[in-house]
């Protein structure tokens, strides 16, 4: 079984400021990783993922995430914050043989303020 | 592309009654889709996960008899919450997904239920 924790339920930043919203997992097995983002009054949208390969990753609009096996953590940065990346985020995972079975953390709400 | 929709938004009913929840993917065919529910300020917990045609598996805890899923297409899953208690108000939320890679899952925008 997979379990995820992150550990900020909010994080209020300024725009223009770098921010890190973290995230740790517990697994028995390999995993794939993701951070999905909930725009206010919309669905879950992936925004990145770790599958294999290179362990940094990163999205279309700036932010990055690395996957750090050592300390089971796939922390996802974004060095300038903008007002309209304000949502909630959350780190899943899955098993690499769990038939697409998606663990969420609780998600953190990320607010940017002028 | 790849849009999933839920139907309706959001809901209010008496406690006692029975609620169904449609959850569509408009542009491709799932063959499987997923049931989540989400309370306040939580994380979004797996429900159970059904497959176009085949009865639906759900995770421990979850009362099979107590959220009806039917899966009858490849683009339409249902769940009905019978005999909604207002401990059932809550907002679920469905995802459904290509044949593939763990990364082929697509949200609906989620249906909020509130009994009363």
């Known amino acids: 079984a997979q379990s995820v924790t992150q550990l900020d339920s909010q994080v209020p930043v300024f725009e223009e400021a770098p921010v890190e919203l973290r995230c740790n997992y517990s697994?028995?097995?390999?995993?794939?990783l993701f951070w999905y983002v909930q725009y206010p009054n919309q669905g879950l949208q992936l925004l990145l993922k770790?599958?294999?390969?290179?362990?940094l990753v990163e999205s279309i609009n700036g932010f990055e995430a690395e996957f750090n096996k050592s300390q089971t953590s796939f922390h996802l940065r974004k060095p300038s914050v903008h007002i309209s990346d304000t949502a909630e985020y959350f780190c899943?995972?899955?098993?690499?043989?769990?038939?697409?079975?998606?663990?969420f953390g609780q998600g953190t709400r990320l607010t940017i303020n002028p | 592309g790849a849009v999933v929709s839920q139907h309706p938004s959001r809901v209010i009913c008496k406690s006692g009654t029975s609620v169904k929840i449609e959850c569509r993917s408009l542009?491709?065919?799932?063959?499987?889709m997923f049931w989540y529910r989400q309370f306040p300020k939580q994380s979004l917990m797996l429900m159970a996960t059904?497959?176009?045609?085949?009865?639906?598996?759900?995770e421990q805890g979850v009362e099979k008899d107590k959220f009806l899923i039917n899966h009858a297409s490849l683009t339409l899953s249902t769940l009905t919450v019978t005999s909604a208690h207002p401990e059932d108000s809550s907002f679920y939320i469905c995802?459904?997904?290509?044949?593939?890679?763990?990364?082929?899952?697509?949200f609906g925008p989620g249906t909020r239920l509130t009994v009363l």
């Open positions: 995802s459904a997904s290509l044949p593939g890679g763990p990364d082929t899952q697509y």
């Open positions: 059904s497959n176009e045609g085949s009865k639906a598996t759900y």
């Open positions: 770790y599958l294999s390969g290179s362990t």
């Open positions: 542009d491709f065919q799932a063959t499987t």
């Open positions: 899943a995972v899955s098993s690499i043989q769990g038939a697409q079975k998606l663990v």
């Open positions: 697994s028995s097995v390999s995993v794939y």
